[in-house]
């Protein structure tokens, strides 16, 4: 069964600094690797999906990347802002359903 | 504009009680998710339906039940052989097919009276 693991399990960096997330999977055979973002209370965000196929994604301030040789892939966050506060969770597309990380809970301090 | 609606955002069950979570999405979307999350755990599987009248169970569908009798609605039942219920519960929905980007509704949190 696949698993999911995110480390750190919070991240507090001040205003402005790029940051870099991670997300480690067991199982490479992954379609393919999908970034969320999730605010207090609420629901998940599409930040990047990744396909199998390629190896990096970006979307504005956001980078994603995907080593499935080695189970990795990042998320790089660049300029961080005090608006980016969240938790960030990945999830892996593995036979017939995503696995999801626990997440990296965010602080951007002003 | 499009997108899923869960309603309600809270909801209480009382002991022996079932209670039906509403997901609700008009994006033509043919598959539909759900799932549960837990502080400190990942979000994990309850149902999925990929297509109308067809549904499979996930890693942890017991105590739950699900329907599919429409394309853009997929009801939870939280039955009351879940001994624990209290969780944040996410719907989500997808194009269909192996590994589409999934969207997802603002979730129902679900506590015990």
């Known amino acids: 069964k696949q698993e999911v693991t995110q480390i750190p399990a919070a991240l507090s960096v001040p205003e402005g600094e790029n940051l870099v997330l991670n997300c480690s999977f067991t199982d490479s055979a992954i379609y393919n690797l999908q970034w969320f973002r999730q605010d207090p209370g609420k629901g998940l965000t599409s930040l990047l999906l990744i396909q199998s196929s390629q190896r990096e994604q970006t979307s504005g301030r956001l980078n994603a990347s995907l080593d499935k040789s080695s189970g990795r892939s990042t998320l790089y966050i660049a300029a961080s802002q005090p608006g980016d506060s969240a938790t960030y969770l990945c999830a892996c597309f593995t036979g017939n359903q995503f696995y999801f990380g626990t997440g990296t809970s965010l602080t951007v301090i002003p | 504009d499009g997108g899923i609606t869960q309603s309600p955002k809270y909801l209480f069950r009382k002991e022996g009680q079932n209670v039906t979570l509403s997901c609700e999405q008009n994006l033509n979307h043919d598959a539909m998710y759900w799932y549960r999350q837990d502080p400190g755990q990942g979000l994990r599987l309850i149902y999925y339906?990929?297509?109308?009248?067809?549904?499979q169970k996930g890693d942890i569908a017991e105590g739950y039940s699900v329907s599919r009798e429409k394309k853009e609605s997929f009801p939870l039942t939280v039955t009351s052989a879940q001994k624990n219920p209290t969780a944040f519960y996410l719907c989500a929905s997808s194009t269909g097919g192996r590994g589409q980007p999934q969207h997802f509704g603002d979730g129902t949190r679900l506590s015990i009276l």
């Open positions: 339906s990929q297509i109308v009248n067809d549904f």
